[in-house]
């Protein structure tokens, strides 16, 4: 399929769970879809770039190794998302990223994530914190941070910052959400203590 028709199709998806999954099966039944949709993605002025957002996040649920050999020009580019339409899925990506990466469990992500990408990724997670979006974008973003703070003390210290002066001003949901990411801040806090 060329990129025109891929577009093309990517233009007709709505926001429902069939339209993304239809779309999103698509993707995986034909990998080489996947850069056009990267590309898509990152065309960040353009709605479409939602759309790519939207159907990626639901084939990275479904199969987070297909980001894989995308996670240069992934990482590079997530701070250029600035369509909150955009940036859920994104933060959503991210933070499945971030769980891969902090599990117990041996996967290709513990050796294919630099420390590059995870400054990257940390950056923009930082940016999503203290700009203006939605909160679910916040929510990924707080605990994306905390996963790959485990090994940067600085992060948990900032993390806790931003909390800490935000939490009166935010919704319900994020308070919520950071009333727990506190919480394991703080017990990770009194383990590193003993």
């Keep these: 399929m060329k990129f025109e028709e891929f577009y093309k199709e990517l233009t007709g998806i709505n926001a429902s769970i069939i339209s993304r999954e239809k779309y999103a099966n698509l993707v995986l039944n034909n990998k080489i879809l996947i850069p056009r949709l990267i590309e898509t993605l990152f065309m960040t002025n353009d709605q479409t770039s939602s759309r790519a957002a939207w159907v990626l996040e639901f084939a990275c649920k479904k199969d987070l190794s297909i980001i894989l050999p995308f996670l ?13 339409s955009s940036v859920r899925p994104v933060s959503k ?35 999503w914190l203290i700009q203006d979006k939605k909160v679910a974008a916040k929510v990924y973003a707080m605990e994306t941070l905390y996963l790959l703070g485990q090994d940067e003390a600085w992060i948990y210290r900032e993390l ?31 383990q590193s203590k003993n």
Excluded: G, M, P, W
């Design 72 to 84: 240069d020009e992934f990482t590079n580019n997530i701070k250029t998302v600035h369509l909150d």
């Design 93 to 127: 990506i991210v933070n499945l990223i971030a769980q891969a990466y902090s599990t117990k469990k041996t996967n290709a992500f513990e050796t294919a994530l630099t420390r590059l990408h995870r400054e990257q990724i940390i950056e923009a997670c930082f940016d």
């Design 160 to 190: 806790r910052l931003i909390i800490e002066q935000n939490f009166s001003k935010q919704s319900a949901a994020f308070k919520s959400k950071a009333k727990h990411i506190l919480n394991k801040l703080k017990k990770a806090q009194n």
